[in-house]
T-cell receptor
């Protein structure tokens, strides 16, 4: 079945550094979502993107919806220890058919060294 | 937070036994989903529901069945549990016209 390719798989960075991760798909999505999962919790939405080329920020987070609609990028600026977690991209499909499925990436595990 | 409750939160079961996980939501969301999370695989869709009694298979549905007899509850059943079904299971919901999927806290299932 389809799954989104997310990279890198894991990152160790120093506090204060900027972080970039991306997600690619073989299919076109009309909506891209980025989630963060803290240990022992369910994923929580960070940013939602609705149009090709869209660039959206949420505090220190910035995400972009790729022009081809087959990729998306997430940047975190000036990382802090609480940014630790697993970041997932997700594409929403089935909107026109009314079935609304979310396909998730494999995740990027981020560790921040103080 | 969307009111999504998964039960049980932890379960250990023996190979070959049936297991049912429950997802209960108080948001009146139309769409409900079951995912499993495994290292290196991220979140994979098992089954989903787009309305009461309307369900469909996801990418990893073999060995699983679901039922949704009312809006609030979505049940995931492992018909005969196997060790490969040891995983963390997440329920998610989404409402009509809402882009975001909201997640429950997860159920950690171990099959021994």
């Amino acid at each position: 079945g389809q799954q989104l390719n997310q990279s890198p798989q894991s990152m160790f960075i120093q506090e204060g550094e900027d972080v970039s991760m991306n997600c690619t798909s073989s299919s076109i999505f009309n909506t891209w979502l980025w989630y963060k999962q803290d240990p022992g919790e369910g994923p929580v939405l960070l940013i939602a993107l609705y149009k090709a080329g869209e660039l959206t920020s949420n505090g220190r987070l910035t995400a972009q919806f790729g022009i081809t609609r087959k990729d998306s990028f997430l940047n975190i600026s000036a990382s802090i220890p609480s940014d630790v977690g697993i970041y997932f991209c997700a594409g929403q499909e089935g909107v026109t058919s009314g079935t609304y499925k979310y396909i998730f990436g494999t995740g990027t595990r981020l560790k921040v060294l103080a | 937070d969307a009111g999504i409750t998964q039960s049980p939160r932890h379960k250990v079961t023996e190979t070959g036994t049936p297991v049912t996980l429950r997802c209960h939501q108080t948001e009146n969301h139309r769409y409900m989903y079951w995912y499993r999370q495994d290292p290196g695989h991220g979140l994979r869709l098992i089954h989903y529901s787009y309305g009461v009694k309307d369900t469909d298979k996801g990418e990893v549905s073999d060995g699983y069945s679901v039922s949704r007899s009312k809006t609030e509850d979505f049940l995931l059943t492992l018909e005969s549990a196997t060790s490969s079904q040891t995983s963390v299971y997440f329920c998610a919901t989404s409402g009509q016209g809402i882009t975001e999927a909201f997640f429950g806290q997860g159920t950690r299932l171990t099959v021994v």
